[in-house]
């Protein structure tokens, strides 16, 4: 079968022989589609091709790497010359409803001739295209915008709701990870057929031994005020003064501006070298990070099925997060891990410390945890699922057909 990925994809991690990519750009990493994508490539009844766009190349790319077909179209709204796109402030997308990109799509879909457009995330252009084509679609809910506008700032939040409110009522097919999705994909087509499937987790991550350093925090995540990263600050300052070892380690992309303000706020406190912003990570720094960390802390206010979850998860460490999105789906309290109510940073020290006075339970959280992982996130069992899903896409519509 031939499948059609619609997706972000991090080009910048392709050869530079193949497509070049502005250098001073940095990527989303997106290992779901990277770790999928690459185990699916191993399938022998399965052609995957993977159409994603972006303005930071100089022009668009067609090529077979590792077993996966790459169209990596330059994205028609960019800056002649310099390969960067327009500031998003402007929306030219959104106002325009995507329709150049649409035009380009098109033409690379009407080429390839899929058997199924897989197309991911309501909140980018992929899927609201993809729902306008006319071979069949199966579309993975990431982000929701409807419940995205709530928490991070930035225009065009409404026309981007209005364009996925359109994508859902136009598809007939979707992935869902959590049942607050279920209930949002209802919310506007009650005859959906909605799928429930799990991103994966490499190897790596089950693998890792753990060397843990007594009361080390560690945080993963965009630093932003919708992730819970005040909440998180202000736990830390409540707890410091009775564990004078604890460190709290942060990393993630962040705006240069909200750092240092957060940085000039803890260092009035004299413990304030104990928190360190590490910024982007690799993957191998990740788990280095991870298989270092005494307690996962996740406090956000928004999310869908987090990686850092499913990672930390699968590392079998003692996690505390929160009662938002589809966290409650993949954590639960007393078994697997602690949540504690959004916005409710003593709450969260009062966890950060049992776990510190309760070692035993601790250790039991954790490896629950990793057993639930290897149950829902392990290469295997993500890559027959996904098969398994195509094909009865495929086989139903056939028998529609018929």
């Known amino acids: 079968m031939r499948i059609a990925w619609l997706c972000a994809y991090p080009v910048d991690i ?18 779901w589609a990277v770790n999928l994508a690459g185990s699916l490539s191993k399938e022998k009844n399965i052609e995957l091709h993977i159409v994603t766009e972006t303005p930071n190349i100089r022009c668009s790319a067609r090529f077979r790497y590792n077993d996966i077909f790459f169209h990596i179209l330059k994205r028609p709204y960019c800056i002649p010359l310099i390969n960067k796109g327009l500031p998003s402030s402007l929306l030219i997308g959104e106002l325009t409803k995507y329709y150049l990109d649409k035009l380009k799509f098109e033409n690379e879909i009407n080429k390839i001739k899929p058997d199924l457009i897989h197309a991911h995330g309501t909140e980018t252009r992929y899927s609201y295209i993809a729902s306008k084509m006319k071979s069949p679609v199966l579309v993975s809910m990431q982000g929701i915008v409807g419940y995205l506008k709530q928490f991070l700032p930035g225009k065009g939040w409404n026309l981007r709701e209005k ?13 869902s990870r959590a049942d607050f999705t279920d209930s949002y994909i209802r919310k506007y087509n009650d005859k959906a057929q909605i799928f429930h499937l799990d991103d994966m987790v490499t190897d790596e991550f089950f693998n890792m ?4 350093v007594q009361y080390r925090l560690f945080f993963a995540g965009s630093v932003l005020k919708s992730k819970g990263i005040e909440d998180l ?17 942060i990393a993630g992309s962040y705006m240069s501006s909200y750092k240092e ?5 803890m260092d009035l406190y004299p413990f304030g070298s104990r928190i360190k912003f590490l910024g982007h990570l690799d993957r191998k ?9 005494d307690v996962f802390v996740f406090p956000s206010y928004f999310e869908t099925s987090p990686n850092v979850i499913m990672e930390a998860m699968s590392m079998g460490l003692p996690i505390v997060s929160t009662y938002a999105g589809g966290i409650p789906d ?4 007393e078994k697997n891990g602690l949540l504690v109510k959004t916005g409710s940073p003593y709450d969260l020290a009062h966890s950060i410390a049992f776990l510190f006075e309760n070692r035993e339970q601790a250790l039991k959280l954790g490896t629950q945890a990793k057993r639930d992982a290897l149950q829902r996130f392990k290469r295997e069992i993500v890559t027959e699922k996904t098969l398994a899903l195509y094909e009865k896409i495929l086989a139903a519509l056939n028998i529609h057909e018929k």
């Open 261 to 265: 303000d957060l940085i000039n706020k």
């Open 209 to 212: 031994p753990r060397k843990p």
């Open 163 to 175: 364009m996925e409110i359109e994508t859902i009522k136009n598809s007939r097919f979707f992935i």
């Open 14 to 31: 392709l050869p530079k022989d193949k497509v070049r990519s502005n250098p001073s750009k940095v990527f989303h990493p997106a290992t």
């Open 330 to 333: 993949m954590i639960k309290p």
């Open 233 to 249: 600050l202000t736990a830390f300052v409540y707890l410091t003064e009775k564990y004078k070892k604890m460190e709290l380690r």
């Open 285 to 293: 720094e990740m788990l280095r990070e991870y298989s270092e960390t």
